[in-house]
């Protein structure tokens, strides 16, 4: 893909993604007078986990799509990616009926649901992804982040509670998928032999990607269960808030930047489970980071200074600790900014071995900072705690990729 092309790709992606944050967030302040701090934390929680199966539920193959030779690759790839799938429905399907019964409620229940609904939307967007359909991205993205709030909002509005935040952007996720229209033509007639050769062609997504990707969902679920334990389900409806608030940019962006930027390195770098790192796939790397890193800088700024009296402002009084934790979190959120568009970078240049040592380290630094913050201080000692040592971390991951070994340019 060209420059021009890249860079239209991303702005559509960017306008649908725009769109797709700004309606939950200009809804929030409505929410948060619908629901208490303990229903959110309830809800955090539980999309929490449904988010960490939900990122394996494809064993991470689907993101061998953009990497696929011809059509026949991409329908085994398919094909392989849904039968993955069933079987993580069902074992959480188990998982959701032993949680019912330990809790004594009924959400639980919609576990499998949203699992397996969040796992074909990947599927799609990977598939939307390697087709290069951005406007169809685009638009799944704003009717399954701004159609859930504003499913959420009305499900306030009924007195509907835990139950309403949680079903809520289980349906919007489902007209998610309606839009993208998941291709599976073919998918169930595919050979097991074929089915299996795919499978040990593109065997690093799933040995390497899926444990470095379930680390990352893992750590958030970690971290509200952390929260929630020690400082209380109040606690944990303040964390949430603010993560799912600070963090709103960098998904935006991010997500734009990645989907738009995974094709242009994937043909820069090679294709076929064989790829490196190119000189000029090093350099728009490290372009990308300095893009993000000149809106990164006055986002931290802002958030700093204004978080507590904001989150106040708009939220109502009772949620003035959340922008408290936003201020503490700022550098955090600044780095992690700058980061969220470059997980697919290692899977292209076949460094996910290395991404995973590396994001075992991480993992084990924010739920570490987080725990020590929280036993010494409270909520937002743990917030400073977490932004220290997350700006070292990534501070090492940045320099490590602007300094990443290429091959020779082809002659």
């Not at 993955?84 to 019912?100: D, H, K, M, Q």
């Not at 040995?207 to 679920?221: E, I, K, Q, R, V």
């Not at 390195?265 to 064989?274: E, V």
């Not at 290395?354 to 924010?366: D, E, S, T």
């Amino acid at each position: 893909m060209a420059a021009g092309g890249l860079l239209r790709a991303t702005l559509t992606l960017l306008a649908g993604g725009a769109l797709a944050q700004l309606i939950p967030l200009l809804l929030g302040p409505l929410l948060t007078r619908l629901y208490v701090p303990e229903q959110f934390g309830v809800f955090h929680l539980f999309a929490a986990v449904a988010a960490n199966v939900a990122v394996i539920a494809c064993a991470r193959y689907e993101f061998a799509l953009p990497m696929a030779r011809g059509a026949d690759e991409a329908t085994a790839l398919r094909a392989l990616c849904t039968r993955v799938l069933t079987g993580v429905v069902v074992a959480s399907a188990a998982g959701a009926a032993g949680w019912s019964a330990v809790s004594g409620q009924l959400w639980p229940l919609w576990l499998p649901v949203a699992v397996g609904l969040l796992g074909m939307v990947s599927l799609a967007t990977l598939q939307a992804t390697a087709g290069k359909r951005f406007r169809a991205l685009a638009i799944s993205r704003v009717v399954q982040y701004g159609g859930g709030a504003i499913a959420q909002a009305g499900a306030g509005l009924a007195g509907a509670g835990v139950m309403g935040l949680i079903v809520a952007p289980t349906i919007a996720a489902a007209a998610a998928l309606a839009v993208l229209g998941l291709r599976l033509s073919g998918a169930w007639s595919v050979s097991r032999e074929r089915i299996a050769e795919v499978a040990r062609k593109y065997r690093d997504f799933p040995l390497l990607n899926t444990p470095h990707a379930f680390l990352g969902a893992l750590s958030d679920t970690v971290s509200i269960a952390l929260v929630a334990a020690i400082a209380g389900p109040a606690e944990a409806g303040f964390w949430g808030l603010t993560m799912r608030y600070l963090k709103a940019p960098a998904t935006l962006v991010g997500g734009a930047v990645s989907q738009a930027l995974y094709p242009h390195l994937a043909a820069a770098s090679g294709s076929g489970g064989s790829s490196a790192a190119t000189p000029q796939a090093r350099a728009a790397v490290v372009r990308v980071m300095g893009l993000l890193a000149l809106v990164a800088v006055p986002l931290v700024v802002a958030v700093w200074l204004a978080a507590p009296w904001a989150f106040e402002w708009v939220f109502g009084r009772r949620w003035r600790v959340a922008g408290e934790l936003a201020s503490a979190l700022a550098l955090y959120i600044g780095v992690h900014f700058v980061a969220a568009p470059l997980a697919i970078v290692t899977m292209v240049w076949g460094a996910q071995a290395w991404a995973l040592r590396l994001a075992c380290v991480g993992q084990l630094m924010f739920v570490g900072a987080l725990a020590w913050g929280l036993h010494d201080g409270g909520l937002v000692t743990a917030g400073w705690s977490v932004s220290a040592a997350m700006v070292i971390y990534f501070g090492w991951y940045f320099f490590s990729l602007a300094r990443w070994p290429v091959a020779s340019a082809a002659p």
